[in-house]
Each structure stands twice: as C-alpha cells, then as structure tokens.
C-alpha cells in the first residue's frame, strides 16, 4: 500500500511540473486500481449532478407537450365549430324573418327572432359583430397554433392538416360574411320598397274611405264640391293645378262659410317666385280682411265670419291700381292705388286655405282658413256689378275664363277633404 501511495504522490508531482493548470480548470482527485498505474489510464469521469435529459426522456417530454397541444386545440376548434353552428341558427331564423315579412305573416306582432331583435337593421349589425368577433377569434387561434407548432417541433403532416383546417374555417367564414352583407343589402331595400308600397295602398285606402264617405265616386257635376278646411294647421290646403298667365286686371269669386274667431285666415293666395304676397286674400286676428297685390295692402269691408255662406267677389286693374268689393252681391267697398301698374306675374302656385311665405310652402297655422270654400273663379278682367249680383243670386253659372272651379283641377291635401256642395239655392237661404 505505502508503494502504491507514493506512486500515485509521484505521478501527480510529475504532472503538475509538466502542465501549470489553465485557469478555470480543476482536477478530479479519483482513487485508481494498482493495475491502473501501471496501464497509466484513467477511469471514465462519473456524471455530474443535474446534467441534461437523455435523447429518449427528451422525445417523451416533447410528445407530451403535443398530445396537450392538440387536446387543447380540438377543444378550442370545438368551441369554434359550436359557435358556428349558432351563429348559422341565427342567421337562417333571420332568412327565416325575412321571408316571413315578404308574405305579410309579421302582422302578428310575434317576435319569429328568439333571442334576435325585430328590426332587420339591428339583426343584421348583430351577426356582423358577431362573425368579426369570431374571425378576431380564429385568427388568435392561428397565432397561437403557429407558436405551439413552432416551439414543440410539431411534425410536418400535423402542421399541413392544422393549416388546412384553419384555411378551411377562414374560408368557411368570408362565406358566411359575404352572405350576411348580402342579406343586410337585401333587407335594406325590401324595407324600403315595403315602406313605399304601404304608403301607397295606405293612399290609396284614404283615397276609398273619402270616397265612400262622399257616398259617390264623381259629384253630380265637376263643380259641385266643397273644400273643407275643419282645423287651424299648418298643413291642410287645396291646390289649384292650374297657374296664372300675366293679368292686367282680374276677378276672383268664391263661396265661403266660416266661424272661425279671431280672423277667418287666409282663404286663397297666389305666390310666385320673388313674390310671395302677389295676390292674397287674408283676415288674421282682429284686422279687418285685406286684399294684398305684389305685397301692397288695401282693407275691405267684408263681415263673412258668421258662420253662413257669403258670396265674395274682389276685381283689381293695373290702371291706378283700381279695386272694388263684393259681398252677396252688394259692392261694399271701392278704392285705387293698390299696386297700380303693376302686371300680375305668372307661372305662380295657388293655393287655398294657407298664406305663402314661399312659393307653395312655408305656411303658418295663425293664417289658415278654417272653414269651407266652393266656387272659386278667376276672369282676366274687370266684371261689370250686374255679372256678380247674378252670379250672386244664382240666376246664372259663369265659370272663370282663366281659373274654373271643377273637381279635376283641385287637389287637397293633410287631411283637407271635398264633399258635395250645397245648391245656390240652399246657400241663399242660409244667408
């Protein structure tokens, strides 16, 4: 022992004389066999503490994380494929909507949708959110798989059928939005064209219950009708069809019947560009009535807001602005200088019932007639005293020359409506 103890002394002594140890190294001290001395080999260093895994207890670990990756991802790509499937629910509940309302089955106020909303609009935005959601989705779980894959060292057959599966959900989705803008599209104008059609046959009911209620369809003659204007807007008018060529002179005739207090309003006005105030015919408030031409104001000394029928004839000329007042047939008020030489302009709109502040528009509710008018003529000249007093006492039927009272030529509107008129005669005796 003492022999081979001072061997082993004496080699390391001859070695470290040879080789100064590099810094940073350190010698393992081992106790070798007395035939290791003689062969002069040393043994096999032992392993150290904590080194790496093996190869095979490296393939194990990574096969494991795979297996969790892709339990992970079949369950993720579950929850996907359930919400798909929810979502295509929704959007055929919404086809199924739509149709229904196409054949007039959503009267019955029932909401087909479950969980849906009932305005297409809304229906639509919803399933938009909810495909982009499902996309943002989709594209986190790309990402995500391409880490996974990236950091497990997944197989090249794995990784081909996971893109092909996420190409195929992407494509399976642009459809699925492609298809709801189709159908927001489509919903869009079958809402537009539905409001149309049921504004229309709504008109065309009010037009049959108007008509039915007048108990005819057509008046005995086309001048036996009656405006009638029962509320102070400012939206119920009649309209003459026809407009005005350029007048030198005119008379305007008409039957009224009104009760109306403070001030009958404005039975008819004539407006043309530039102009609103071309010829106007107004009682507002407590002022007596007034005749306006090209907005320059005479007063007449007309009474008619008895509630009787009153015959109202008014003639103006552009020669000294000449104008004269008519009621029942009695000349109650004469004067001149009202807008003299002045040309009456055409191609205005004229209206009754309502004050222009515009041409055809812009009416005020303060200045609406409220009551009935029938008869309303205009002649492009001056009539003598004798025309109006028999058209008064109904001993003749002149129609205007430029402007006549018949039914084709009056349209109303705002819930304005025409009935058939009382006889001259019974309008005489309500006098």
């Not at 159908?183 to 065309?204: C, D, G, P, W």
Request: proline share 6%; with cysteine; aromatic share 6%.
């Amino acid at each position: 022992m003492l022999a081979l103890l001072a061997a082993s002394v004496a080699l390391a002594v001859a070695a470290g004389a040879q080789d100064s140890p590099a810094p940073g190294r350190r010698f393992v001290c081992t106790a070798l066999p007395p035939e290791a001395v003689h062969a002069g080999c040393p043994l096999p260093a032992m392993p150290m503490q904590g080194g790496a895994l093996s190869p095979e207890e490296e393939l194990r670990a990574a096969v494991l994380q795979l297996r969790e990756t892709v339990v992970q991802q079949k369950e993720t790509l579950g929850a996907q494929r359930e919400a798909i499937r929810e979502l295509t629910g929704k959007l055929a509940r919404c086809e199924g909507l739509a149709g229904g309302k196409a054949r007039g089955t959503g009267a019955t106020g029932k909401d087909t949708m479950g969980d849906l909303p009932r305005d297409p609009g809304h229906v639509v935005e919803q399933l938009s959110r909810s495909l982009q959601t499902l996309k943002d989705r989709l594209e986190s779980l790309e990402h995500q798989l391409r880490a996974n894959v990236s950091n497990a060292g997944l197989p090249g057959d794995f990784r081909e059928v996971l893109q092909r599966r996420l190409g195929e959900l992407e494509r399976q989705l642009l459809r699925k939005v492609a298809e709801l803008e189709d159908e927001k599209s489509l919903l869009h104008n079958e809402t537009s064209a539905h409001r149309q059609k049921t504004e229309s046959t709504l008109n065309a009911l009010l037009q049959r219950v108007t008509e039915l209620e007048r108990g005819n369809s057509a008046f005995k003659s086309p001048d036996a009708f009656k405006v009638s204007l029962p509320l102070r807007t400012n939206y119920l008018y009649g309209k003459i069809k026809k407009t005005l060529p350029e007048l030198y002179a005119f008379t305007i005739c008409l039957w009224l019947r009104s009760s109306a207090s403070p001030g009958i309003g404005t039975p008819f006005s004539y407006a043309v560009p530039g102009q609103a105030n071309e010829i106007v015919l107004i009682e507002w408030g407590n002022n007596p009535i007034e005749l306006l031409i090209n907005d320059k104001v005479a007063q007449l000394p007309l009474f008619v807001s008895d509630g009787k029928w009153h015959h109202i004839c008014v003639t103006w000329t552009t020669r000294d602005g000449m104008w004269e007042a008519f009621q029942d047939g009695e000349k109650l008020g004469t004067g001149e200088n009202l807008a003299p030489w002045h040309p009456i302009k055409p191609g205005g709109v004229l209206i009754l019932g309502q004050e222009q502040d515009t041409v055809g528009g812009r009416f005020d509710a303060t200045q609406a007639f409220v009551g009935e008018l029938s008869q309303f003529n205009i002649w492009d000249r001056v009539l003598r005293a004798q025309e109006i007093v028999n058209i008064a006492n109904c001993s003749t039927n002149m129609p205007g020359n430029i402007i006549p009272w018949v039914d084709n030529n009056v349209d109303v509107f705002g819930g304005a409506s025409k009935w058939p008129v009382e006889t001259c005669e019974e309008r005489l005796l309500d006098l």
